[in-house]
Antibody, heavy 124, light 106 residues
Framework: EVHLLESGGDWVQRGGSLRLSCAAS????????MSWVRQAPGKGLEWVSA????????YHADSVKGRFSISRDDSKSTLFLQLDSLRADDSAVYFC?????????????????WGQGTLVSVSS | DIQMTQSPSSLSASVGDRVTITCRAS??????LNWYQHKPGKAPKLLIY???NLQTGVPSRFRGSGSRTDFTLTINGLQPDDFATYYC?????????FGQGTKVDI
């Protein structure tokens, strides 16, 4: 059974940093693209970052480009998101998602498994 | 970016009802439209991928259809476990974008 467990969410002051982790199990982590999606309080889902199965390609939404960085450690089946220069509007639950393919830029890719999320709160 | 618009934003229904949620894209995305179910405090769940393909383990009462810019999620015979928020999402073009969600409650 696929299981994704996020951690690292916390309360942080504006301008601060956090590192989110997503521990994966139940599938061969290497080879599948992974993604982070967030949900601000009372809002919908926003795709934040993605990384290809071999780690060679990454994507970051314009709203986080230059401040967030996605990475992966296949030896530990773990996905990371480094959050720097945090702003109040980065406050959200951050979900880790496994994609169905090795490439996130393949149109037929979709997020087939998700974690329950970790909460990031940024004071203003 | 491709804009995704869902309607309605919320609806009230009863167990056994047929529920229809629509999703409109700002440009043609066919067939790369996916549907997710989300309950508060839980992991979002993939229901339908690439317009009409049922994810493994999802009950057959969920059905997806549509083409070009207009897509529909239909739930035939609403069950108590189906009260949740539903999101459409396009994977046709980076960045992936989601609809604003449709909350289904009693």
């Amino acid at each position: 059974e696929v299981h994704l467990l996020e951690s690292g969410g916390d309360w942080v002051q504006r301008g601060g940093s956090l590192r989110l982790s997503c521990a994966a199990s139940g599938f061969t982590f290497r080879g599948f693209a992974m993604s982070w999606v967030r949900q601000a309080p009372g809002k919908g889902l926003e795709w934040v970052s993605a990384i290809s199965g071999d780690g060679s390609d990454t994507y970051h939404a314009d709203s986080v480009k230059g401040r967030f960085s996605i990475s992966r450690d296949d030896s530990k089946s773990t996905l990371f998101l480094q959050l720097d220069s945090l702003r109040a509007d980065d406050s959200a639950v951050y979900f880790c998602a496994k994609l169905s393919l090795g490439n996130y830029y393949d149109s037929s890719a979709h997020a087939d498994y998700w974690g329950q999320g970790t909460l990031v709160s940024v004071s203003s | 970016d491709i804009q995704m618009t869902q309607s309605p934003s919320s609806l009230s229904a009863s167990v056994g009802d047929r529920v229809t949620i629509t999703c409109r894209a700002s440009q043609s995305i066919s067939p790369y439209l996916n549907w997710y179910q989300h309950k508060p405090g839980k992991a979002p769940k993939l229901l339908i991928y690439v317009t009409s393909n049922l994810q493994t383990g999802v009950p057959s009462r969920f059905r997806g259809s549509g083409s070009r810019t207009d897509f529909t999620l239909t739930i035939n015979g609403l069950q108590p476990d189906d009260f949740a928020t539903y999101y459409c999402q396009q994977s046709h073009t980076i960045p992936w974008t989601f609809g604003q969600g449709t909350k289904v409650d009693i």
